[in-house]
């Protein structure tokens, strides 16, 4: 009687086992999708990143050769010549030995 227990608490111990290592590797394929459907997820987010960056990059770039820009402006309108340039422009004016000369209308 006492080898037929062993017997039966060998079997069901070894059904216990594999159940167990069943169990086991379900876990670990399962947690094996979700890291790699999570890794994708990362890279499509990494990619979308750069992308964005690179854009910056440009964006920042090209401010800053505006701003290089307005600073040449800056020093530019605080010369005579650009005075001079709006007095003419703007408000018709001319230095003392300059002629001006008119096309005349053709009526």
Known sequence: MAGIR???RYKRDKWTNRMAIIGITLVVVCLAIAISAKGGELRKSDREYQIKEELLQAELDKEKERSEE???YKVYVKTKQYAEEVAKERLGLVN?????LKPEDED
């Open 6 to 8: 062993r017997t039966v």
């Open 96 to 100: 003392p030995d300059e002629i001006l």
């Open 70 to 72: 307005l600073e040449e």
